[in-house]
């Protein structure tokens, strides 16, 4: 049998990422204090590049020493250990306490399921032991309302911190936790046929007042930069604008470029390299803020009763819908909401704090909202309901879930079976 060989052509698509692309996916993903360091940085580092001083941001010390030396101050985690000494705690009870701790986001909220705080242990303390530490230790720890797993917990634990009445209590539980309330007029309607207009009000008024992110009121101040402001206008609604008041502004040095061009003077590689690379800088930093802009944008519209105090229920929201609404790629709308943050009539607030993901491809329900109408249900049972029962009520109201999806969020909320029940 004859070898022979054979030259084949085959035509394919491949994507390659070019240095360029990558370096502008690397910018997407800077918070507002890494980006104005780089561009300081690069104006140093770059001579086409100049700052307009009339409009530079004034500070007490150097940004980018800033940066690389606050790791070394006293952190939220730190402060929040340190009060762990005054509980008499067993050794399983401050090993939870620890992990839970540096589990928090930065601003103050637990937003990881207690499964994977047990999976973080080695299951070496059930859920139920998980639970009990988070809310009879860390829940007791100042600032108030740290550990919460939303944002209607964390303005629950800071209500009962200030001590209020019984019956303040009871409707600000019921404002916060009945499902059946889309929003505060809707609660305040509703709750008039059992309590006096004049303490819903009062009620209503000390929720807008709560802190949505207790842990950034410890952060130092410089390290929280927000890229976007919430502006509220005059018709009830609000702007919502890129905050450009901090933000330095650098064009190129035409005199320069113009030096360079100039045929006269034999300008190097290496200088015209320089060039195109102050453009790109220019251009892709206009790009960033622009797209944080936009994906800014459409979170404050569709989470709008949320941010004007109408409502404390956000609305199911993902990184998908963002991008096919946006026209980007999800990946690129995850790198945007990393460590940025929108200062609101509520505070200083994570972009992606103000995503809640839904439960069932059906009908828009968040987690929280699921686990507040499972705990209806058994709460209002008159014989003990199987998890599958549950699901059957539910989805005749359109929920469309399974069995398994009431089972885990029923243990969430640390139910026991209808068996044990």
């Given amino acids: 049998m004859a070898i022979k060989l054979v030259r084949e052509f085959k035509q394919n698509q491949q994507l390659s990422i070019t240095p360029q692309l990558k370096k502008s996916i690397d910018l997407l993903q800077l918070s507002r204090l890494e980006i104005i360091n780089k561009i300081n940085k690069e104006i140093e580092e770059n001579p086409f590049l100049k700052k307009d001083f009339e409009n530079e ?15 070394t101050e006293f952190t939220l985690q730190d402060h929040l250990e340190d009060q762990l000494k005054d509980f ?48 009879n230790i860390i829940h007791e720890l100042e600032p108030a309302g740290i550990g919460a797993q939303s944002f209607k917990e964390t303005i629950f634990i800071q209500l009962k911190k200030q001590k209020i009445s019984t ?31 004049r303490s819903i009000e009062a009620v209503l008024s000390k ?47 035409s005199d320069l470029e113009e030096l360079v061009k100039d045929k006269k003077n034999k300008a190097n590689k ?17 790009k960033r803020n622009e797209t944080v802009q936009n994906v800014g944008i459409l979170i404050c519209k569709i989470q ?25 790629s999800p990946s690129t709308v995850s790198r945007i909401l990393r460590s940025k943050y929108i200062q609101t009539p509520k505070g200083a607030i994570p972009m992606k704090s103000l995503l809640a993901n839904s439960v069932s491809k059906t009908r828009k329900v968040t987690p929280m909202q699921l686990m507040e109408e499972i705990q209806i249900i058994v709460e209002s049972e008159q014989k003990k309901l199987s998890d599958q029962k549950i699901s059957d009520l539910l989805n005749k109201r359109g929920f469309n879930l399974a069995r398994r999806t009431i089972s885990k969020y029923r243990k969430k909320i640390n139910l026991p079976s209808s068996r044990n029940r």
């Fill in 304 to 328: 709008a009763d949320f941010l004007s105090n109408k409502s404390v229920e956000l609305k199911p929201l993902s990184n998908i819908e963002l991008a096919k609404e946006l026209k980007i």
């Fill in 207 to 253: 929720i807008k007042q709560c802190d949505l992110s207790p842990g950034l009121g410890f952060e130092s101040t410089f390290l929280i930069q927000p890229d976007l402001e919430v502006i509220p206008d005059n018709n009830q609604s609000f702007i919502v604008q890129f905050k450009k008041d901090s933000f330095p502004l650098f064009s190129i040095d």
């Fill in 57 to 71: 941001w004034v500070s007490s010390s150097n940004d980018f020493d800033v940066l690389e030396n606050q790791p």
């Fill in 88 to 135: 008499k705690l067993n050794h399983a009870e401050k090993k939870i306490a620890l992990i839970i701790i540096q589990s928090l986001e930065e601003n103050g909220l637990l937003q990881i399921d207690l499964d994977e705080i047990e999976e973080l242990m080695g299951y070496a303390f059930s859920i139920k032991e998980i639970k009990r530490v988070l809310h």
């Fill in 167 to 197: 019956n303040e209590l009871e409707i600000a539980k019921k404002i916060l936790f009945n499902p059946e309330f889309s929003n505060f007029e809707e609660a305040k309607a509703n709750l008039e046929m059992s309590y006096s207009e």
């Fill in 270 to 286: 290496e200088l015209k390299e320089k060039i195109g690379e102050a453009k790109w800088l220019i251009r892709s930093i206009n």
